[in-house]
């Protein structure tokens, strides 16, 4: 369960919900120029774009949720269950071109090797995404993806039908089902708007609107990830704001906080309790990595400067938590 979008005001904005039971490890991880990215069947990237994402660090590596890199491309892996499938790696067949990768080096390579949104969808063409688990401590995560830059977005998905590249011109990604049901779903919201609603029921009688926010009656309210993505998206679509950079990343926080999971409210079939664990927002254009948490709604800022792309050693930064509150 998780929410994911792209937000472009003069520049990219790339928001994330981690929607989640519990803690994953998950730390603010910058992965340096020269910190060798290694892969199971790919080779090994010595050198890179530097990278700053949220991600769980398992023997040096960063498993990373989401991320972007120096150029201005940005990924976020969510939440696919029933539907993700990798190829079983007895079955992979060797061919010129071809990238096996395993699904948690997805957003690293990609991100290490590509500068733009064009770039990263020709090597996507090329890429397979095999059963290859970090370790057998570490199983692997069905995922899909959300991959932007400031000119767009794709969602990537591999089912058994094989690994599929849509255009997405929402920019808003959740989980369940495939995409082309959510692209689909989003044409039975075509009466929502911001503004009042006019009266077409019945135009020689005067009945007016007997309160604000009736221009959107129909808008899903539920925490589903249907509901999710269509909130979002008119939330993202009817957003006003300034352009600077401050007031960009509150209104993407706002959007965020528009889907957001409230401990308790959603039970998962096994009985946990999921929740926004985080939520993030990327500024690539300055190299600045938002977050806020469960239990801490202060907003830190974790920003890639040229001193640490140019680092040698992962950098890691722990997340703020518990209540931090302005005393006066």
Partial sequence: ????????????????????????????????RNYPLSTKRAGVLPSHYAIIGMAHVA?????????????????????????????????????????????????????????DLAQARALLERVELAALPYSPALPLAPLHWLVSDASGSLTVEQTREGLKLYENPFGVLTNNPPFPFHA????????????????????????????EGMGAMGLPGDFSPASRLVKAFFCKQNSLCSPDEDACVQQVFHVLDSVAMVRGAVRTADGLADSTTYSCCICPASGSYYYKTYSNSRITRVKLTEERKSCTDLLVFALREGPDYAEE
């Avoid at 779903?185 to 077409?200: F, G, I, M």
Wanted: net charge negative; charged share 20%.
């Fill in 1 to 32: 369960m998780c929410t994911a979008f792209s937000f472009f005001k003069d520049t990219l904005y790339f928001g994330r919900n981690m929607d989640f039971p519990h803690s994953f490890g998950e730390r603010v991880v910058i992965t340096p």
């Fill in 59 to 115: 023997g040096n590596y960063p498993l990373y949720a989401e991320a972007a890199n120096e150029k201005g491309l940005c990924a976020a892996g969510l939440n696919f269950p029933d539907n993700a499938f990798y190829r079983p790696e007895e079955e992979l067949k060797e061919e010129e071109g071809k990238i096996f990768l395993a699904p948690y080096e997805l957003i690293p390579y990609l991100l290490g090797k590509c500068a």
């Fill in 184 to 211: 689909e779903n989003l044409r039975q919201y075509l009466s929502l708007a911001a503004p009042p609603p006019e009266n077409r029921l019945c135009p020689t009688l005067s009945l007016t609107p007997f309160g």
